[in-house]
C-alpha cells in the first residue's frame, strides 16, 4: 500500500482521517471525548471545573511551564472544595499540584481547608519531595492554619515506607512529639503496617521490639506482624509471634488466628496451619469466611483444585460465603488449568449466591479466550458483562482488541472501539497504545495507525515515548517524511505541552522528553 496519499498538498492528512477527525486549532476540542478551552466558562459546574482545572495542571507539568498564567483565568472560580477535588485527581502530578495549591494560596479571601493540606502532605510524599514535606509541616504548625492529626503522620509513614525508605517513616514516628503528637498504639499500629505492606518486616520488627514496653499492646499489633512475616514467606518469625502473645495473654481472635494460618501457608506449612485450624474451635474461637479463604488459596496456589472444592462445600456447609477475591482465585486457576466452563459455572454461583463478580472476574475468563483467540466467545463475554453489570475496564479492552488486531478482525476492533463511549470507558493512552502499535505491525494499516494517533493528540493524551518512536520508524522506513511533518506540526498546535515536547520525538530528537514506563499497560494486559 502506498503512503503517499497521507500527503496532499494542504497540509491535512488523508481523507480517510478527514471523516473521523476535523483539523485542530491550539486552543479548540476537535472530538467528542474532549473538553476542554482555555476559555474563561461563565460559572461552569463543580465537576466540569475540576476537569478543566486538572487538565491544565496535566498539561504544564514541567518547571518551565508557566502554570499560574494559564490559571489565573480561573481564580473567580477557586473554592476550598474545588481544591480538594483538583488535588486528589492530581495526585500524581506531584510538582504541578504544589504549585496549583501554593498559587491558590495568592486568591486574596482564599483559604485552603485541613483536607487540603493533608492532600497535599500525600502528594508531596508521593512525588519524592520529604524536604518540602516537613518544611510545609513546619509551617502548618507555627501558623496553626491547620491542625496536625496523628492521620497526618499516618500518611507520611505510608509515603516513606512506598519510597522504599523505612528509616525515614520509623524517624517520622519518633518526630510526632515535636508537632504537639503523643504517639498511641493505633500511630504505632499504622507504621507497622505500612512498614510491612512494603516488605519492610525486619525494620518493623525490630523497631516493635525496641518500643513494645512501651505501649499496651493487642492481639491486633501482634496480627500486622504476623501477616508481614507471612507476606515474605517466613512461618518461623510468625510462629514466634504468634507463641509470645499467648505468653503475653493477649486475647486471640479471629483476625489473629488468620494472621497466623495465612503467615503458615505462604511459608509452605498448609498441614500445619489445617491442624490449628481445626484447634480452634477448642480455644472458642469460631473460624469465619476469611479463615477457609486462606485455604482456598493456598489450594490454588498449590494447584490442588479438588481441596479447593472441598473447602467451598465445607463453607457452604456453614453458610459462609467466599468473597469475591477468593472467588477470583478459583476462577483463575480453572482456567489457567484449561477448565474454563467450570469458570463459567463459578461465575454463575457467584451471582447467584449474591456475591458480585468485579473486573476480575471477567478478565480471568477473558485472558482465556483472548490467549485461546476465540473471538466469539470473547465478545460474548464483554456483551455479558454489561449485561451483569460489570462494566469492561481497561485491561478488558486491551485484551479484546489486541487478540483482534492480531488476528486481522479490524471491523470487530473497530466496532469495540465504538460502543466503548456508550458503555461509559474513554480511552486512556495505554488503550490507544493497543490500537496504534497493534496496527502499525499490520500490513497496509499504518494508516489507520495514523489515525488512532491523531485522535489521541486531538484528546490532549500524551502518547507513550515507544508509540511515537515506532510510528516514526514506520513512516521513516517508508520514505514518509512529509508525513511525520504533518503529525509533529499537529501535536505542536495542542493544548498539551507535553504533546508539543513529543513532536520533537516523532521528528528523531529522542533526547528533549523523559521516557514514561508504558511497558506494564502495554504488554501484560
Not at 463459578?346 to 476480575?360: A, H, Q, R, S, T
Not at 482488541?401 to 461509559?424: H, P, Y
Request: charged share 25%; hydrophobic share 35%; with cysteine.
Amino acid at each position: 500500500m502506498s503512503l503517499r496519499s497521507l500527503t496532499p498538498k494542504p497540509k491535512t492528512l488523508h481523507s480517510f482521517f478527514n471523516s473521523l477527525l476535523r483539523p485542530t486549532k491550539p486552543n479548540t476540542p476537535s472530538h467528542p471525548f474532549s473538553s476542554l478551552t482555555h476559555q474563561n466558562p461563565p460559572s461552569p459546574q463543580l465537576p466540569h471545573l475540576v476537569n478543566e482545572i486538572s487538565r491544565i495542571l496535566s498539561d504544564h507539568r514541567n518547571p518551565h511551564h508557566d502554570l499560574e498564567l494559564s490559571l489565573n483565568s480561573w481564580s473567580t472560580q477557586i473554592s476550598p472544595n474545588l481544591v480538594e477535588q483538583v488535588l486528589k485527581r492530581c495526585k500524581n502530578l506531584g510538582f504541578s499540584a504544589h504549585r496549583f495549591f501554593l498559587w491558590a494560596k495568592t486568591i486574596p479571601g482564599f483559604q485552603h481547608s485541613d483536607e487540603s493540606h493533608h492532600i497535599l502532605i500525600d502528594i508531596l510524599g508521593s512525588s519524592g519531595q520529604f524536604a518540602l514535606l516537613w518544611d510545609f509541616l513546619i509551617e502548618m504548625r507555627e501558623s496553626k492554619c491547620c491542625e496536625i492529626s496523628p492521620e497526618l503522620f499516618w500518611v507520611i509513614f505510608r509515603v516513606y515506607s512506598r519510597a522504599n525508605l523505612p528509616r525515614d517513616a520509623i524517624r517520622a514516628f519518633n518526630r510526632m512529639v515535636e508537632f504537639g503528637v503523643k504517639p498511641s498504639v493505633h500511630d504505632l499500629d499504622q507504621l507497622l503496617y505500612t512498614l510491612c505492606k512494603r516488605k519492610h518486616v525486619k525494620h518493623a520488627q525490630e523497631f516493635f521490639d525496641k518500643v513494645k514496653s512501651g505501649f499496651e499492646l493487642g492481639a491486633k499489633t501482634y496480627s500486622i506482624l504476623m501477616r508481614g512475616w507471612g507476606d515474605i514467606c517466613d512461618s518461623d518469625n510468625a510462629r514466634k509471634l504468634f507463641d509470645e502473645m499467648t505468653e503475653r495473654g493477649c486475647l486471640v481472635d479471629v483476625p489473629a488466628y488468620n494472621s497466623y494460618l495465612e503467615a503458615l501457608c505462604k511459608g509452605g506449612n498448609v498441614d500445619e496451619a489445617y491442624k490449628i485450624f481445626r484447634e480452634m474451635g477448642s480455644k472458642g474461637v469460631e473460624p469465619d469466611a476469611g479463615t477457609y479463604s486462606i485455604f482456598i488459596r493456598a489450594y490454588c496456589e498449590a494447584n490442588d483444585i479438588h481441596s479447593v472444592f472441598s473447602v467451598l462445600d465445607r463453607m457452604k456447609r456453614y453458610n459462609l460465603l467466599p468473597n469475591v477475591y477468593s472467588y477470583n482465585c478459583i476462577i483463575k486457576k480453572l482456567c489457567k488449568n484449561e477448565k474454563v466452563e467450570e469458570a463459567y459455572q463459578l461465575l454463575d454461583e457467584m451471582i447467584e449466591m449474591g456475591v458480585k463478580p468485579d473486573e476480575w472476574s471477567y478478565n480471568a475468563i477473558q485472558a482465556y479466550h483472548c490467549e485461546h483467540c476465540e473471538v466469539n466467545q470473547s465478545l460474548r463475554l464483554l456483551s455479558r458483562m454489561e449485561k451483569d453489570n460489570c462494566m469492561p475496564d481497561r485491561h478488558t479492552y486491551n485484551m479484546v482488541l489486541k487478540l483482534l488486531i492480531r488476528i486481522g478482525r479490524f471491523d470487530r476492533a473497530t466496532e469495540v472501539w465504538e460502543s466503548m463511549g456508550k458503555r461509559g470507558f474513554y480511552p486512556s493512552v495505554s488503550t490507544y497504545s493497543v490500537m496504534i502499535h497493534g496496527l502499525c505491525k499490520k500490513k497496509h494499516k499504518l494508516e489507520e495507525a495514523c489515525k488512532y494517533f491523531e485522535i489521541m493528540i486531538d484528546e490532549g493524551i500524551p502518547p507513550y515515548s515507544s508509540t511515537v518512536e515506532m510510528l516514526r520508524n514506520r513512516l521513516l522506513g517508508l520514505g514518509l517524511l512529509d508525513d511525520i511533518e504533518i503529525l509533529a506540526s499537529k501535536m505542536e498546535q495542542s493544548t498539551s505541552c507535553s504533546i508539543q515536547e513529543f513532536a520533537k520525538v516523532l521528528r528523531g530528537n529522542k533526547a528533549s522528553v523523559r521516557s514514561r514506563s508504558e511497558y506494564t499497560d502495554i504488554e501484560s494486559d
